[in-house]
Nanobody
């Protein structure tokens, strides 16, 4: 089970940190990702991290502003979001997959279909 939290209302330029707590699985075995879905748009990739935390990947739209990290001791993955913009307004979802490793993580981690497990989403609203 994946439980996302930390969303809320923030002014443009502000920061939020999202958390995704994982239960019922060996968290350290799973690659994790964050995706987001803005109103009226399809869900899109935001960030991904390997099972070890050694590698990360970001969408161009968030690169330099968002940071994904994980704490395997706490079974939690985080998304630190800085310099938020109104266009970052979306429901943010965390996702997990056991098979995303090595070259497959490099090529497939930005795609929704690569993840077997999903959280319920947390809403981030950025006001201008």
């Amino acid at each position: 089970q994946l439980q996302a939290s930390g969303g809320g209302l923030v002014q443009a330029g502000g920061s939020l940190r999202l958390s995704c707590a994982v239960s019922g699985r060996t968290f350290s075995n799973y690659a994790m990702g964050w995706f987001r879905q803005a109103p009226g748009r399809e869900r899109e990739f935001a960030a991904a991290i390997t099972w070890s935390g050694g590698s990360t990947k970001y969408a161009d739209s968030v690169k330099g502003r968002f940071t994904i990290s994980r704490d395997n001791a706490k079974n939690t993955v985080y998304l630190q979001m800085n310099s938020l913009k109104p266009e970052d307004t979306a429901v943010y979802y965390c996702a997990a997959d056991f098979t995303l490793r090595g070259s497959r993580w490099l090529t497939q981690s930005p795609f929704e279909a690569s993840y077997d497990y999903w959280g319920q989403g947390t809403l981030v609203t950025v006001s201008s």
